[in-house]
């Protein structure tokens, strides 16, 4: 079975995922950095902010920090070969590169860059690549029809409230809501409409992601595993996987081999 490889750049703290397994699901999520990928072979069935599209073969793929999607990864052929090359950005990096940001998160077509996209495994060629990739995902998304949801003040506060929450050891919609002194149907309406996500789907991507910085930081993945409220190191990998599409364990390997480089 083909698995996903992710790899860390030091250059720049940049993560680059190799997605190649067929039938491959994420749990909806989000990053805190710009994602822009390519469909280099088969097709992608996303959701971004709640706006469904199919991404194929040769199609590039933007989206923001913060935006909750979800995709489905599969041959465009029967027995074909399936490849998405995810790039994980942070954004101080295109501000120091000059890179002005697409306007909304979207996809559009750019066959001989998803071509490319296969083949990078230097972090000069990442940035090559990135400084084609950004303008052309600018000009190819302005701003206009669909754009990404923006919240209220007051909605982005009650997320603040409810991420920090979950940080300090609230675990359960029921205990989120004492805490953040509302109602369950008040957390469930703001996470459904404005993040696209079930309550109970948000609080444990609050923790996977929390998982994930303790991960990089070097904490065993066991421990970080009962910090973050997962009842066994396998229940943990295995929603960690659905988050990310890679283990705890990869993501090691990664931190070591970019150590060494």
Not at 99 to 115: C, I, K, N
Not at 159 to 173: D, I, Y
Not at 247 to 259: E, I, K, N, S, W
Request: aromatic share 8%.
């Amino acid at each position: 079975m083909n698995r996903s490889e992710v790899r860390r750049l030091r250059l720049f703290d940049l993560e680059q995922v190799q997605h190649q397994q067929h039938g491959q699901e994420w749990a909806p999520h989000w990053h805190e950095e710009w994602s822009f990928g390519a469909i280099v072979q088969g097709e992608c069935r996303c959701s971004v902010a709640g706006r469904p599209f199919l991404a194929r073969t040769g199609d590039l793929i933007a989206i923001a920090p913060g935006i909750v999607h979800t995709g489905a990864l599969s041959a465009s052929t029967r027995n074909g070969a399936v490849l998405a090359a995810m790039f994980y950005v942070p954004t101080a990096w295109l501000r120091q590169s000059g890179l002005v940001t697409p306007a909304r998160s979207g996809s559009f077509h750019a066959p001989e860059l998803a071509r490319q996209a296969r083949e990078l495994v230097s972090p000069d060629a990442v940035q090559a690549w990135l400084q084609q990739v950004v303008p052309l995902a600018a000009a190819a998304l302005q701003a206009g029809a669909d754009p990404d949801p923006v919240p209220s003040d007051a909605v982005r506060a009650l997320v603040g409230r409810v991420q920090s929450a979950v940080l300090s050891g609230e675990h359960t919609v029921s205990g989120v809501a004492r805490h953040c002194a509302v109602s369950r149907e008040r957390i469930h309406r703001v996470m459904t409409q404005w993040l696209g996500m079930a309550p109970a789907d948000y609080l444990r991507a609050v923790r996977l992601h929390r998982a994930k910085h303790l991960v990089i930081g070097g904490e065993p993945v066991a421990a970080v595993a009962a910090e973050c409220g997962f009842s066994d190191q396998a229940h943990f990998t295995r929603w960690f996987r659905r988050t990310f599409g890679y283990t705890p364990g990869d993501l090691v390997h990664a931190m070591r081999q970019a150590g060494a480089d």
